[in-house]
């Protein structure tokens, strides 16, 4: 039997009749196309499905989508604005934070979202707070880089303390996950 749900995704409202056991990472991939948002260990452990629900980073592979309803979902495409790459998704370019780049969508959202927690990072920091979120193909070093350049670029853009204002608001709204 479905069910209907509405939610907005990166801005746009959207409304679909779903089987009550999908999960969040496949209706954003198989049913709206948005296919940045990776499916990995369907555990919970990889954080290639990190996406944003109401402003906190989650893995997608670990909710529900009815569980998103009258959210707020952001996911890797929804980043780049105005055909402007995101000052993290720059930075992961600029500092070859990647190699197959299988792991970067989760990577830089993840990543993002620690930043509006947390603006001030240390290398320390961004080694720690990123740890669900593996990568196979590198050492981190440049992962780490490209997540202390993209900080630097949302200080500069004004991302950073304007995301942490809404993320704190709307992380008290959001559902527990992850």
Same mark, same amino acid.
């Given at each position: 039997?479905?069910?209907?749900?509405?939610?907005?995704?990166?801005?746009?409202?959207?409304?679909?009749? *779903?089987?009550?056991?999908?999960?969040?990472?496949?209706?954003? @991939?198989?049913?709206? @196309?948005?296919?940045?948002?990776?499916?990995?260990?369907?555990?919970?452990?990889?954080?290639?499905?990190?996406?944003?629900?109401?402003? @906190?980073? *989650?893995?997608?592979?670990?909710?529900?989508?009815?569980?998103?309803?009258?959210?707020?979902?952001?996911?890797?495409?929804?980043?780049?604005?105005?055909?402007?790459?995101?000052?993290?998704?720059?930075?992961?370019?600029?500092?070859?934070?990647?190699?197959?780049?299988?792991?970067?969508?989760?990577?830089?959202?993840?990543?993002?979202?620690?930043?509006?927690?947390?603006?001030?990072?240390?290398?320390?920091?961004?080694?720690?707070?990123?740890?669900?979120?593996?990568? @196979?193909?590198?050492?981190?070093?440049?992962?780490?880089?490209?997540?202390?350049?993209?900080?630097?670029?949302?200080?500069?853009?004004?991302?950073?303390?304007?995301?942490?204002?809404?993320?704190?608001?709307?992380?008290?709204?959001?559902?527990?996950?992850?």
């Amino acid at each position: 039997m479905a069910i209907s749900i509405s939610l907005t995704v990166n801005g746009a409202p959207i409304s679909a009749s *779903i089987d009550p056991g999908t999960l969040l990472v496949q209706f954003l @991939r198989d049913q709206l @196309r948005l296919t940045g948002t990776h499916v990995g260990c369907d555990t919970a452990q990889c954080g290639a499905c990190t996406v944003h629900l109401n402003g @906190r980073a *989650i893995k997608s592979c670990n909710i529900l989508a009815v569980q998103a309803e009258g959210a707020t979902v952001t996911t890797i495409e929804g980043l780049a604005q105005n055909g402007s790459l995101h000052p993290m998704q720059a930075a992961f370019k600029h500092c070859h934070g990647l190699q197959c780049g299988f792991c970067t969508p989760g990577m830089v959202m993840s990543a993002v979202s620690l930043v509006e927690r947390q603006p001030d990072l240390t290398g320390d920091d961004v080694r720690s707070q990123l740890d669900g979120n593996l990568c @196979r193909c590198t050492g981190y070093h440049n992962i780490v880089k490209a997540v202390l350049e993209g900080a630097k670029g949302m200080k500069s853009a004004g991302t950073a303390s304007a995301s942490a204002d809404a993320a704190t608001t709307a992380t008290a709204a959001a559902p527990a996950t992850a």
